[in-house]
């Protein structure tokens, strides 16, 4: 399984971004997807998941209600709409796939990991 993440990019406080997954390879049949993130000098944090479906999401708290993560199995896709983006929001972000039935937000339960894209957020 390859993951390749796409679409991060310098904003200005307040703006958006929409970051893209997108899995090839020898897809699982059931896999949660998780978008994490790495600010320098931090440890590796959990940001959201979605199930397979769809209809299971989590956000971190520092995200909820700013991020919305979606997906399209059609296309082997998932996303992360980041809307009011803060300073603190920048970082490299990782997508991660989890095969497995069951939620998680540590990244040790996650199976195969992307490339990262840079977000930074200027005051």
């Known amino acids: 399984v390859q993951l390749q993440a796409s679409g991060g990019g310098l904003v200005q406080a307040g703006g958006s971004l929409r970051l893209s997954c997108a899995v090839s390879g020898r897809t699982p049949s059931t896999y949660f997807m998780g978008w994490f993130r790495q600010a320098p000098g931090k440890e590796r944090e959990f940001v959201s998941t979605?199930?397979?479906?769809?209809?299971?999401?989590y956000y971190a708290d520092s995200v909820k209600g700013r991020f919305t993560i979606s997906r399209d199995n059609a296309k082997n896709t998932v996303y992360l709409q980041m809307n009011s983006l803060k300073p603190e929001d920048t970082a490299v972000y990782y997508c991660a796939a989890r095969v497995s039935s069951t939620i998680a937000t540590m990244g040790v339960r996650y199976h195969y990991w992307g490339q990262g894209t840079q977000v930074t957020v200027s005051s």
């Open positions: 979605i199930s397979w479906t769809g209809g299971s999401t």
